[in-house]
């Protein structure tokens, strides 16, 4: 008992490390979206139409939400995976609330 209160307020680590390719991919992603950040701020302080300040920002939550399923479709492929052939079938739950965090 005590092991698993250290274990929920410690960082966990893959099993399966990522791909340097992976990592470019996902890195140049979060790139991109913090310009488009950095661009809708832009916009706020240049006081442009709320609209298209709007379309900025609906375009950049839906770049963010594609970084997320990328990532939740590698963790299923791998730490799930792993953790089921394992016999840990509480991976399920955590799994359902990952995505219901990432909609």
Do not use: F, W
């Amino acid at each position: 008992m005590e092991n698993e209160e250290k274990d929920c307020c410690s960082p966990k680590m893959r099993n399966t490390p990522r791909s340097q390719e992976e990592v470019k991919d996902l890195k140049n992603r979060l790139s991109r979206i913090v310009g488009q950040l950095n661009g809708i701020s832009k916009m706020i302080e240049e006081n442009r139409y709320c609209g298209d300040v709007l379309t900025q920002i609906a375009a950049a939550e839906s770049a963010l939400q594609s970084v997320g399923y990328i990532v939740l479709s590698t963790h299923m492929k791998t730490c799930v995976a792993e953790d089921i052939k394992e016999g840990k079938e509480g991976v399920i739950d955590e799994t359902v609330s990952l995505i219901k965090k990432l909609k």
